[in-house]
Structure formats: C-alpha cells, structure tokens
T-cell receptor
Framework: DQQVKQNSPSLSVQEGRISILNCDYT??????FLWYKKYPAEGPTFLISISSIKDKNEDGRFTVFLNKSAKHLSLHIVPSQPGDSAVYFCAASPLGGGSNYKLTFGKGTLLTVNP | DAGVTQSPTHLIKTRGQQVTLRCSPK?????VSWYQQALGQGPQFIFQ???????QRGNFPDRFSGHQFPNYSSELNVNALLLGDSALYLC???????????????FGEGSRLTVL
C-alpha cells in the first residue's frame, strides 16, 4: 500500500518556465511533508518542507503548497534552471511519538529542464 | 566539515551470503537511519539508531539488523541475502535535538549492493 504517491514518473519543462511536481498521500497521521532532490550517484538532498498546519512554504525559487483536505501537495520551481534537472522525491513523516525522521517516500519524478 | 560517509560504495554478493555496510554520520549528529532504495522506487525506511539502540523499525525482516557504536557510526547487516535485496542502501543522519523540526535528513551517497 503506497502511502505517498507521485503519479508522474517524469516531467520536462523549458528553462525559465515553471515546474510543478505533484504528490498525493493517504495517511492522515502525517504531520510533515518534504521534498528531496537526487542527482545520479549522489544521496538525496533536502529541498524544502512544510508542516501540516501550514498551506504554503517558500524558499527562494521553491514553493511547496499543501492541501490537507485533498491530501495533496505540490512543489513549484520558478524559474526552472537546467541545474534543477534531477529526480524529486516527495516524503512524509509523522511528528512525535518516537516517529521523528521516519520518512515515507514516493517513487520520485524525474525533472528535465531543457535549455 | 565531512558529511555522511558510507562504505563500501559498491559490492557484489551471492545469494545466501551476509553483508555489512558502514556509515559515519555528519559531524555533530548522533542519530542514524538506514533506507533501502530499490531500482525505480523511493527510499524505504529500514530502521533508526540513537544512543546505540534501535529506536524505530520499518517493515523489514529480521535478516536486517544494525548496530550503532559509541562514536555514533553505524553498521547495517543483512543475512541470508536474496536477489531482492539488490538495492542502493542509504544512510542518513540527524542531530537528536535540533530546535525547530524540519524533517531534514542528511544522506550519504549510498552503498550499491548487487546480489547474484
């Protein structure tokens, strides 16, 4: 049973345009939602996170939106740059109860930004 | 400042063998988690160690075991290897107490295990 789903295996956008990556989840116990970026032959690196009590978090070119009623979150990258080309993982975590940092990941979306 | 380091980077084993993977956490971190990433999948939580004890465990059989040493480094052991254990094994570290929780894990580059 996949609790975190990324239904788009890949996404291709032009440099300078917006990239929108989507993620759905099923577990109502998740309190934190995160996005990680992974380049080949490297470990995942943290990008941005959002608490379940918020609906938006912004960090430079990256914005994450959370719609709790729809159990949906999205990552917006504006403007997209060729260096953003990587696999993006959506992840979720309960908070407290000894479950901190126990992340559940989606399968990832390969973003390609074309010059 | 060294990040999370893992060894070996690649290894090949045959079915039934045992393997040990090693991880040194980022400086200042005392909590280590292990994840398995199979081909085409996202990382899957195996277990987490701090204060030299297993604190959380994912849905993995007892063939998967671990250890944390007093210097916070950690080992992942897998016994009786199966073909399905072929994957990238990722180690991640976090500080036990770090102010505002962000969920951020610091990952190493991983150990790629191939079971033949």
């Amino acid at each position: 049973d996949q609790q975190v789903k990324q239904n788009s295996p890949s996404l291709s956008v032009q440099e300078g345009r917006i990239s929108i990556l989507n993620c759905d989840y099923t577990n109502s116990m998740f309190d934190y939602f995160l996005w990680y970026k992974k380049y080949p032959a490297e470990g995942p690196t943290f990008l941005i996170s959002i608490s379940s009590i918020k609906d938006k978090n912004e960090d430079g070119r990256f914005t994450v939106f959370l719609n709790k009623s729809a159990k949906h979150l999205s990552l917006h990258i504006v403007p997209s740059q060729p260096g953003d080309s990587a696999v993006y993982f959506c992840a979720a975590s309960p908070l407290g109860g000894g479950s901190n940092y126990k992340l559940t990941f989606g399968k990832g979306t390969l973003l390609t930004v074309n010059p | 400042d060294a990040g999370v380091t893992q060894s070996p980077t690649h290894l090949i084993k045959t079915r039934g063998q045992q393997v040990t993977l090693r991880c040194s956490p980022k400086s200042g971190h005392d909590t280590v988690s292990w994840y398995q990433q199979a081909l085409g999948q996202g990382p899957q939580f195996i277990f987490q160690y701090y204060e030299e004890e297993e604190r959380q465990r994912g849905n993995f059989p007892d063939r998967f075991s671990g250890h944390q040493f007093p210097n916070y480094s950690s080992e992942l052991n897998v016994n009786a290897l199966l073909l399905g254990d072929s994957a990238l094994y990722l180690c991640a570290s976090t500080p036990r107490t770090s102010g505002v929780y962000t969920g951020e894990l610091f990952f190493g580059e991983g150990s790629r295990l191939t079971v033949l």
